[in-house]
């Protein structure tokens, strides 16, 4: 699926909030695997939040999920318009900041999709899998990412042009493999289409690994999916399809999220002054050492979990 942009911009639709039920959605074809995948994110519930995060820092994106005609999964994703003050023309995920008027984190990704590319709010056409745990923006934003899946195939998106200069879509599970889903074009063959590198990270511990894959539209001037993007869609798969990357995702000793966002928390001024307007005490934010240990544990119930999912998957 690809678009480009429209001047048109599409009206708010009513919130619905049924239970979505993936044996009874209209989906025509769908893989055993991509059925394993959306069984995966649809009972996928993200760990009790330790901290309290100063609202005017939080944002949120909408990783839209849609099946194929061969019953794979893809993500749609968005080409940041070139007259953008941040991120120009980068490859993105359609998303912003909280509005005080939005009633949840959910309601800011879809509201954020709604306004950028057109997509509805109704739940009965694009319901809800899964809302991840957040991860630390480069902006000095805490993000969360709210996992959809489009039911309704006859959508149609309207582009926001001053922000979206066009949409397009990848295969979900290409974000666990080193290998191109798409034939590799001439001017791309010395191109790798994953490709990492370990950065420093402010808490002096460890380094973070920021990675970037190939889109297949490199010619044509789309960039590369790379870093918060790139880490979302990473999780997102490794959770559906329950089987980590055949690269390795982390630096040695890499922080956690939450490591790092404690630690934002507890030393950016940024992120100290919007705590202190909303009455949060950034000096009760636990030490971001207390979320090594939590990690440690999480790795190995994400391990037991895994194990679990390939019995089941042994089964089909």
Not at 306 to 311: D, F, P
Request: with cysteine; hydrophobic share 35%; glycine share 6%.
């Amino acid at each position: 699926m690809s678009t480009k942009a429209g001047s048109g911009r599409s009206s708010l639709l009513k919130f619905h909030r049924p239970k979505f039920q993936l044996d009874s959605a209209p989906i025509p074809v769908l893989k055993s695997e991509s059925k394993l995948c959306l069984q995966n994110l649809t009972s996928y519930r993200a760990p009790r939040q330790l901290m309290e995060f100063p609202k005017s820092r939080r944002a949120a994106v909408l990783v839209t999920l849609f099946v194929g005609r061969m019953g794979d999964l893809y993500v749609l994703l968005s080409r940041r318009a070139s007259t953008l003050r941040t991120y120009a023309g980068d490859t993105s995920l359609p998303g912003g900041k909280w509005d005080p008027q939005d009633k949840n984190i959910e309601w800011t990704a879809r509201r954020e999709a709604l306004e950028e590319i057109g997509l509805p709010m109704d739940r009965s056409k694009v319901p809800l899998l899964c809302t991840l745990e957040p991860f630390l923006a480069r902006t000095e934003l805490i993000v969360t990412p709210v996992v959809v899946l489009i039911l309704d195939n006859t959508l149609r998106p309207i582009l926001n042009a001053p922000e979206v200069a066009s949409i397009f879509s990848h295969p979900l599970a290409s974000f666990l493999h080193s290998e191109p889903p798409f034939p590799t074009e001439p001017e791309m063959l010395e191109m790798e289409y994953h490709t990492s590198n370990d950065i420093e990270w402010a808490g002096h511990e460890g380094k973070v690994r920021i990675h970037r894959f190939l889109t297949g539209r490199e010619a044509g001037g789309t960039k590369p999916i790379f870093g918060l993007t790139a880490a979302i869609m990473i999780r997102v798969a490794a959770i559906g399809y329950g089987r980590q990357p055949d690269f390795e995702v982390f630096a040695p000793n890499q922080p956690s999220q939450e490591e790092r966002i404690a630690y934002a928390l507890k030393t950016n001024p940024v992120f100290r002054e919007a705590a202190q307007q909303e009455g949060i005490d950034p000096d009760k934010v636990p030490d971001p050492s207390t979320f090594r240990r939590a990690d440690r544990e999480r790795q190995e119930e994400v391990s037991r979990g895994r194990r679990r999912r390939r019995r089941v998957r042994s089964k089909l």
